[in-house]
């Protein structure tokens, strides 16, 4: 172990984070995202130089980028996602929502999950890791094909249901723990769940008001993050977890900033909003690892759970590939495309793994196999989405004749 002075701790960290950026630039072409190593360093650090302890007084700021990206995605949750197919997003959103929850018996009866325990493994299973996937596609130019327009409208509105099943595992939890005699003092119950959900619909009237009476306006930064963290506050507070309030505060906002996503005062606010990703995001990806003690991955639970998880996972998304019909594929959307876009579990996937395990809706070793199964998904995804994306292009290139 070394000192655990503040400055160590983020020097270790931020050479933590360069390690990880370096050899993802290597590792690029085995669609390996930085992610995924910033996991691993995570846990290398996490058991031998700085255990995640150490990190704790810091895992406020490390959730700021979390809450950020949410907000990112209340952002674009607009009319604009279904206006391109707006059948097949939709079907295809349901089938993503939907499919996992016949996994219920499954996984209670096969693996004597707790109920909460049990809708947190469908929250994940249901969730899509849009970051990474949409990432890859703007890396290759395929965002403005018919596929990657699909696939951005399913992407984005895929984690609402998601989210809402977080929140059931989480209020589910709480109701465990309150039968048990283990209630946690933070624990709302119903009339923080109501209160919660008045706001919700309060705040959205006054900004329907606001905007009738003095028009489109554009917050400046200080106003946009007390946006945030105060409607992530009162999401946490009203037990719908700090995630489902960050991304209500950005359809809020959405619904202030003027209309159309290339206009300058969107672009200055996603400007803000990156940077804030990228610089607390890979911290809270290594603070991730850190939780993973090595141990639970020497017991055999741990892989059997993650590798049954992520059989479903995959069977979860290949049922989305029948919300594509003839008339979407005359269209040009590829439904391979779709299908591998959606396998990777990614940011929210990790998120709701750790909020659980806050919460103790999880155990340390269902926590790693939940880390596990993320980590196949998304490496395992964006492989076979690049290599389809690859396939495509060469079919779309022009043959030269002898």
Known sequence: ??????????????????????????????????????????????????????????AGLTELGVLTLFFQVGLEVRGDLLRSRPGAVLRTVALSALTPLLAWAPLQVGFQLAP????????????????????????????????????????????????????????????????????????????????????AALSYWGVERWRSWRGPCQPDLLTILLLLISCAWVGEASGLTSLLGALWAGVLLGRLLPQGPDSPEEQRLRGHLTLLSEVFLPLYFLSVGMRVPAA????????????ALTVLALLCKAVCGLGIRAADRAAGVDPQVVVYGLIPRGLPGLVFATSALAAGVITAVQFSALVLMVTVTTVLGLLLLGRRLQQLEAAAAPRISP
Not at 1 to 21: E, K
Not at 35 to 58: D, S
Not at 296 to 307: E, K, Y
């Open 1 to 58: 172990m070394v000192s655990s002075s503040l400055l160590t701790t983020l020097l270790l960290l931020l050479v933590g984070i360069l390690l990880a950026r370096l050899t993802a630039s290597r590792l690029e072409r085995w669609a390996v995202p930085a992610i995924v190593l910033e996991l691993v360093v995570g846990f290398v650090l996490g058991n031998t130089l700085l255990p995640y302890t150490a990190i704790r007084p810091l």
């Open 296 to 307: 639970t991955l020497l017991n055999p639970a741990a892989w059997g759970l993650a590798a």
């Open 116 to 199: 909460a325990t049990t809708l947190l493994c469908l929250a994940v299973l249901s969730a899509t890791g849009t970051g990474v996937t949409l990432r890859l596609l703007a890396q290759r130019q395929a965002l403005g094909t018919p596929s990657g327009r699909l696939l951005v409208g399913v992407s984005v509105l895929d984690d609402l249901p998601a989210i809402g099943l977080l929140s059931l595992a989480m209020a589910q939890g709480t109701a465990q723990a309150r039968a048990a005699g283990q209630v946690a003092l933070q624990s709302p119950g119903l009339p923080g769940l109501l209160l919660g959900l008045g706001l």
